[in-house]
């Protein structure tokens, strides 16, 4: 039997084309300057271990992921690039993170402290970034507007913990993927008040030697903010702006037809009866539903395609399966392949049936799916 249908619905994940983009987005920054590859949520729903191997192998300086056990899993796998966990940590586990060698992000000066007590019980220190908020309004230590004072002190206050190794500052863009002029003023306003910040926190003796803020959106539409790395998400694998730098898609999620029935018309079809046939129709069902991640809010609003062209999705998308409709499709039989996206229709145009972004949509395709990886 073949493998792909034991699989039952699968995701291809192209790692030429992560190496295709990664080469892209290299030309399109400044030599010299570092690469991060951001490998959060199992590096977009690609497999974080495999992608974060490529980008090892390829050149990265960096990786980021959002959480310790993110990490933890890259080095368990063999992962020896420096990681940049993004998102919070709790002090008990300082003694892990020192460990595994992680760089923690530091948001505020109350977290500094805590480290650096932590650290300096297990006589070790921790190498850490320090995150600035320049207008996102998530994480970081404020300094916008009255904030700056303030926010300079508590950062030069954080660096000056004795168990912290500062080798990084960073800041992170709300609008850079945004288009019109008050996206780029905002955005503009963003990195001066970023720049500002470092300069001022300099003024005190500090120095970075990883300063960083260019997501994807920057990395394409605002290439001054390059500094000493770039963080490109999305853009690693295919999408956001990557139209513009020739970027290729790196998942295709696959499935095949399972059943074939033909049913009478004005008959309701799945949950709801939201759809009833408006004619004898040759119903296909798919081993694909919203356990799998594709998302239930694209039921009856959407098509998968076929070799011979798009099959209407109808009715509700079920738990672990759904309908297509093969009335004008009678060359796709049992077993025929059915592509949900990937190359005859973009992730990004079927998010944007479900009102969501490729992100969303790349993310949710569940674990239950295996990834297939081609090289
Ligand atoms: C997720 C994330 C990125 C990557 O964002 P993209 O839009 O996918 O490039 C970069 N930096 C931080 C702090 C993030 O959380």
């Not at 650096?116 to 996102?136: C, F, Y």
């Not at 009255?146 to 030069?156: A, T």
């Not at 004005?266 to 009833?276: A, K, R, T």
């Not at 297509?324 to 145009?349: M, V, Y």
Request: charged letters at 25%; one cysteine or more.
């Amino acid at each position: 039997m073949d493998l792909h249908l034991r699989k039952r619905t699968w995701a291809e994940i192209s790692l030429e084309n992560i190496a295709h983009n990664y080469r892209a987005i290299r030309a399109a920054i400044p030599t010299g300057c570092k690469f991060l590859g951001v490998v959060k949520a199992d590096a977009y729903g690609h497999g974080a271990v495999a992608v974060s191997r490529k980008l090892e192998e390829l050149g990265a300086d960096y990786l980021a992921v959002s959480c310790l056990d993110e990490a933890a899993e890259l080095r368990e796998a063999g992962i020896g690039l420096p990681i940049l966990i993004l998102g919070h940590t709790p002090r008990e586990y300082v003694s892990e993170l020192i460990d595994l060698k992680l760089t923690q992000t530091v948001t505020c000066e109350a977290k500094a402290i805590e480290y650096s007590q932590e650290a300096a019980r297990i006589g070790r220190p921790l190498r850490i970034h320090i995150k600035v908020d320049t207008g996102m309004a998530r994480l970081g230590f404020l300094t916008a507007e009255g904030h700056f004072e303030q926010g300079v002190g508590n950062i030069v206050s954080a660096c000056r913990q004795p168990w912290l190794e500062p080798e990084g500052i960073y800041t992170h863009f709300a609008l850079s993927d945004e288009p019109g002029d008050e996206a780029r003023e905002f955005t503009q306003k963003q990195f001066r008040l970023f720049l500002d910040v470092i300069s001022r926190v300099e003024k005190a003796g500090i120095t970075f030697k990883i300063r960083h803020c260019a997501n994807s959106g920057a990395v394409v539409n605002y290439k001054e903010t390059a500094l000493d790395m770039v963080r490109p998400g999305i853009l690693l694998y295919g999408f956001g702006d990557g139209g513009k730098l020739g970027l290729r898609p790196c998942m295709r999620l696959m499935t095949h037809v399972s059943t074939i029935k033909y049913i009478d018309d004005g008959l309701p079809v799945s949950y709801g009866g939201i759809y009833v046939t408006p004619r004898r129709t040759r119903m296909g069902v798919i081993p694909i539903g919203y356990a799998d991640g594709l998302l239930r809010s694209l039921s009856n609003n959407c098509s998968f395609m076929t070799a011979d062209g798009p099959a209407p999705q109808r009715g509700r998308i079920c738990m672990d399966m759904c309908m297509i409709d093969l009335t004008d499709l009678p060359g796709i039989n049992l077993e025929s392949l059915i592509e949900i996206f990937g190359e005859k229709q973009s992730a990004e145009s079927l998010a944007a049936r479900a009102g969501t972004i490729s992100y969303e949509l790349l993310c949710s395709v569940s674990k239950r799916v295996p990834r297939v990886y081609t090289d």
